[in-house]
């Protein structure tokens, strides 16, 4: 029987092989944002000093859900604790109207934008799907020119997750794009 750090081992191992798929299902909120965390940390080729969480949608639509709102909180505390990546912090939503805007806490200051455009920022998107009792929850980095730097997939068993993964309004959404 292996330990648990050998099977992250060999999780991450086989994600670099086949690097879009999800090699084992999840059944802990938790634990899959601890994999997607180091599953993206394993492939960068170098440290990020920021990263900033952004959407995390509904496959092919601008929509989320409770569920996204609450798996993102659960990967800023793991991506934390990794070391490559230095600052984590998440895009904030401001909703108004029905209209939702994602803003940045950002310093005006001179000396921020001179560190920023000395440092390696990206940000972090991702999608997710269900797919029978499933759900696959996909996150990538892009760099600051929209290049991806690192993306890994997570497979959650959907009893797992104890928030709606589908937005209440969601056939309104739908019917009107």
């Known amino acids: 029987m292996k330990t648990k750090s050998e099977k992250l081992i060999l999780i991450l191992f086989l994600s670099l092989i086949c690097p879009l798929y999800a090699i084992a299902t999840v059944y802990d909120i938790g634990e899959a944002a601890r994999l997607i965390a180091q599953g993206l940390s394993a492939k960068l080729k170098s440290n990020l000093n920021e990263v900033t969480i952004g959407k995390l949608t509904l496959v092919n639509t601008q929509i989320s859900s409770e569920f996204a709102g609450n798996f993102k909180v659960y990967l800023e505390s793991e991506m934390k604790r990794i070391d490559d990546f230095k600052s984590v912090k998440t895009m904030k939503t401001m909703r108004t109207r029905g209209f ?51 993306e890994f997939e997570v497979e959650i068993e959907k009893s797992a997750i104890p928030w709606p993964v589908v937005p209440g309004n969601y056939n309104q959404v739908k019917n009107t794009e």
């Open 100 to 150: 939702s805007f994602d803003e940045e806490d950002d310093e005006d200051s001179q000396e921020s934008q001179n560190k920023k455009s000395e440092t390696s920022n990206a940000i972090l998107n991702g999608n997710y799907r269900m797919v029978g009792d499933s759900v696959f929850v996909s996150a990538y980095l892009l760099d600051e020119k929209g290049k991806k730097l690192s």
